[in-house]
């Protein structure tokens, strides 16, 4: 199946409870664009790296600025990448080639930014999407 894969991580954070509160935030994030939270290759989530996919590239920028920005008024350092590719996506899992090229991709992005992949600048080329280079 095509879809925008996110993936989104806190960085190291001092305060007590940061993790769960990112992780919370984020979800309430995906939830508000239409996303999917899930996990990968059946192990559960866990630290500070969040899945999700989405139906479309716009929805899934749109998400990725949001959780980013919040983490940068909260006083947190996150990042995050995002894919569009092939995956194998089951009810509660996310598998296959797309889901490594996003872990990629994240793992390019600077502190405080997202990276977008070319197969999703593409896909979201022609939406109200504004996308930059650093």
Do not use: Q, Y
């Not at 929805?59 to 919040?70: D, G, K, L």
């Not at 006083?75 to 090229?101: F, I, M, S, Y």
């Amino acid at each position: 199946m095509l879809v925008t894969v996110m993936v989104a991580a806190l960085g190291p954070s001092r305060r007590n409870g940061a993790i769960g509160e990112f992780r919370e935030s984020a979800r309430a994030e995906i939830l508000r664009f239409r996303g999917r939270t899930l996990s990968e290759g059946g192990l559960s989530e866990a630290g500070s790296t969040i899945l999700a996919t989405f139906d479309g590239p716009a929805r899934a920028v749109r998400c990725v600025s949001a959780i980013v920005e919040a983490s940068r008024r909260r006083g947190w350092v996150a990042k995050a990448g995002l894919h569009t590719g092939e995956c194998d996506v089951h009810p509660e899992v996310l598998t296959g080639p797309g889901l490594d090229v996003a872990r990629r991709v994240a793992a390019e992005a600077r502190p405080l930014f997202a990276v977008v992949s070319p197969a999703t600048a593409v896909r979201a080329a022609g939406t109200v999407v504004r996308l930059t280079s650093p």
